[in-house]
T-cell receptor, first 111, second 113 residues
């Protein structure tokens, strides 16, 4: 079983839609949960991170962590064509600094 | 700041050739790592380093060597290139005591023919 599972999509939504992206994980030691955005032919860049459980909001983006279910989500409100990218979830434990990535979900927002 | 710089951006190798992918960061980060990204496989960790002089293997280390003689540089060496090593390679760095962000380079697209 992989450490982190993520539905690869692809996901295609109309502009203005609410997008939900999800990951599940198996390692209960994970404490830090991150979402990266990767545009085509570019390196991943950090979008948001959360520590332990709960919600975090940043503009149109909301990250949710449910440690009891080992499930994290990223919500994008009022999606824009510029949000079209691959979104990768990533996790790490408190000790050490190794990141575990999901396979990424490809999102296309249609104008 | 330049962040994480990878060179070259593109490379074509013949089977059996060797080469070094360069990675440099100017953020004084202790932790550096190399990933390969393949369709449907996501980012897979090849090797990582927690500081100068210290390296360790990740998930897919076979066929690759690394060294870390300085904090800034973390080169990845392909010993004898194989078509299975055709991939996009990313170098990343992060502060050792901050498990919240990895900064990535722009990637090296490698094709082995």
């Amino acid at each position: 079983q992989k450490e982190v599972e993520q539905d690869p999509g692809p996901l295609s939504v109309p502009e203005g839609a609410i997008v939900s992206l999800n990951c599940t994980y198996s390692n209960s030691a994970f404490q830090y949960f991150m979402w990266y955005r990767q545009y085509s032919r570019k390196g991943p860049e950090l979008l948001m991170y959360t520590y332990s459980s709960g919600n975090k909001e940043d503009g149109r983006f909301t990250a949710q962590v449910d440690k009891s279910s080992k499930y994290i989500s990223l919500f994008i409100r009022d999606s824009q064509p510029s949000d079209s990218a691959t979104y990768l979830c990533a996790m790490s434990a408190y000790t050490g600094n190794q990141f575990y990535f999901g396979t990424g979900t490809s999102l296309t927002v249609i104008p | 700041n330049a962040g994480v710089t990878q060179t070259p951006k593109f490379q074509v190798l013949k089977t059996g050739q060797s080469m070094t992918l360069q990675c440099a960061q100017d953020m004084n980060h202790e932790y550096m790592s190399w990933y390969r990204q393949d369709p449907g496989m996501g980012l897979r960790l090849i090797h990582y380093s927690v500081g100068a002089g210290i390296t360790d293997q990740g998930e897919v280390p076979n066929g690759y060597n690394v060294s870390r003689s300085t904090t800034e540089d973390f080169p990845l060496r392909l010993l004898s290139a194989a078509p299975s090593q055709t991939s996009v390679y990313f170098c990343a760095s992060s502060p050792q005591r901050k498990n919240t962000e990895a900064f990535f380079g722009q990637g090296t697209r490698l094709t082995v023919v």
